[in-house]
């Protein structure tokens, strides 16, 4: 079981930036593939991106790619996702998400097993 917790949300101006934390405990290891998704309100769960052992290894949604970056600290058993330049179209609730299996097959499929609770971001124009 892994047991995930987000922090960082909140309201942030058109054009500004914002980072996003995720704690993860439980049975997590450097190897578990973690990442982020985003749902508006009426719309359906969206994928945002996705990061492997290392930070290098990283997979984005065409809506953030160039704007957004993922990476982790594995001594930290944490993620963190660099939002800049956001957009009102940017306002969700962003959700921590984690898999065992390894980054290349995790993001074939962009499905995860674990969820967090979310954390809400606005962005005004």
């Known amino acids: 079981q892994v047991r995930l917790q987000e922090s960082g949300g909140g309201l942030v101006q058109s054009g500004g930036s914002l980072t996003l934390s995720c704690a993860a405990s439980?049975?997590?290891?450097?190897?578990?593939?973690m990442g982020w998704f985003r749902q508006a309100p009426g719309k359906e769960r969206e994928f945002v991106a996705a990061?492997?052992?290392?930070?290098?290894?990283?997979d984005y949604s065409e809506s953030v790619e160039g704007r957004f970056t993922i990476f982790r600290d594995n001594d930290r058993n944490t993620i963190y996702l660099q939002m800049n330049n956001v957009k009102p179209e940017d306002t969700a609730v962003y959700y921590c998400?984690?898999?065992?299996?390894?980054?290349?097959?995790?993001?074939?499929?962009?499905?995860?097993?674990?969820w967090g609770q979310g954390t809400q971001v606005s962005v005004s124009s």
């Open positions: 998400v984690a898999d065992p299996s390894a980054f290349m097959v995790v993001i074939e499929t962009r499905r995860f097993r674990f």
């Open positions: 439980g049975s997590i290891t450097s190897r578990t593939t």
């Open positions: 990061v492997g052992l290392s930070s290098l290894n990283a």
